[in-house]
Structures are given as C-alpha cells and as structure tokens.
C-alpha cells in the first residue's frame, strides 16, 4: 500500500521498516465488499471516525493521498472534506491481523465529525467497568 503517498517524502517502509503490501489481496472485504477504515490523527493517535471503504475507495486513498469512501446510505463515492473543507490527507494505511480492518493515519485539517467535532468520539461514553485488575478465578 502507498503509505504516505508523497506527502512528506516519507514511504511507510521508510517510517516503520515494513514493506507496504502491492496489491489489496491482503485485505479481507466482507460479503458486500466493504471493509471497516478507521481513521486515526497521526500526530497524536486520537481516534476520529471510521468509514466504510470497497476495493475503488481504498484504491483512491492510495493513489490520491486523500481519504475516499464509500457511502452505504447514498451509494456512491465521497471524499472526506469534498463539501465542508475539512480534508484528511494520508500519512500510513495499515490493516490488522485478519486483514478485515483498516487503520489510516492521516492529516487532519478542521473537524473530522460531520457535528463539527474533531473527532466523531468526542464526549459520546458508554458505562463501564474500568478496574483493571484481574478477577480471581480460583
């Protein structure tokens, strides 16, 4: 995959001494052909929205250095700050274990929310349970 796409002169081989995939068969679609993108800042690891990408999407993000995808409710193509300016340009793609999920670091410029939030998880919790030790299962 093309990690920064000429962005900042930097390959992702370069960045993390892993050759980047060639071609997407790495990537697992599920049965309608779309795979989870989450969309990660770069400079701070914050999360800020997850997308759905098809094979044309996530081709597009590679070749543009801008994110692009794919719209389950309208059926078509978007790039993300195409009508509100807010852009997210491509600094790495990578994909999981199982090859069923993507993460892409990008650039973020304004909100990444359709709110106008920097990122769709802003002040939006579930309860929890948070004690981190372990049960005692004996």
Not at 88 to 112: F, M, N, P, S, W
Request: glycine share 12%; net charge negative; hydrophobic share 30%.
């Amino acid at each position: 995959m093309t990690g920064n796409a000429g962005n900042d002169g930097n390959s992702l081989a370069e960045t993390s001494g892993v050759s980047p995939a060639r071609d997407l068969s790495v990537v697992t679609f599920n049965d309608v052909g779309l795979v989870p993108a989450i969309i990660q800042d770069h400079e701070n690891g914050r999360v800020l929205m997850m997308g759905w990408m098809n094979e044309e999407a996530l081709t597009r993000t590679q070749q543009s250095g801008r994110v692009w995808f794919w719209s389950r409710s309208r059926g078509e193509y978007w790039r993300k700050g195409d009508t509100s300016g807010h852009r997210q340009y491509v600094r790495g793609i990578e994909y999981d274990c199982d090859g069923d999920t993507l993460l892409i670091q990008v650039k973020q410029v304004g909100a990444a929310c359709h709110t106008g939030a920097r990122s769709c998880f802003d002040n939006r919790t579930l309860e929890a349970v948070t004690d981190h030790d372990e049960p005692n299962l004996g």
